[in-house]
């Protein structure tokens, strides 16, 4: 099941040059909604292409080195820098210009995926 995070058909894409940060609580973690895979991906638009950099890293999964908060707590921060409280083992860089997409899988959801779940909105960061 895809979900794109951030999107709405009628609103702009999202704005490479910004931050944004996802926090995803302790009770609610991406592995906490499948039984076999999850992944955010950061693709350019229109083409839906990965964005190079420097980093060359373009999703995170349930295999990626994330780093949770004391409480359980996980961010995913997305911008050209990695945002303010965010570990950079946790940020997926964007590029100044370009706007983006990110679009969240999972790989046999539960059934709360099915019914009511979807992503944590997308918080900007100043």
């Excluded at 638009?45 to 420097?54: G, K, L, T």
């Amino acid at each position: 099941m895809d979900h794109r995070v951030g999107y709405r058909p009628d609103a702009e894409p999202l704005d490479g040059g910004k931050s944004y940060v996802i926090h995803f609580p302790a009770n609610g973690l991406p592995d906490s909604v499948v039984d076999a895979y999850w992944s955010v991906i950061l693709v350019s638009v229109p083409d839906y292409r990965v964005i190079p950099n420097p980093l060359k890293r373009y999703n995170f999964n349930n295999h990626s080195p994330l780093r949770k908060e004391p409480d359980g707590l996980l961010k995913i921060g997305i911008g050209p820098r990695p945002p303010a409280g965010v570990p950079e083992s946790n940020w997926l860089p964007s590029a100044e210009g370009k706007p983006f997409s990110l679009t969240f899988r999972t790989y046999v959801p539960k059934e709360i995926v099915k019914t009511q779940c979807a992503p944590p909105a997308l918080t900007p960061v100043p």
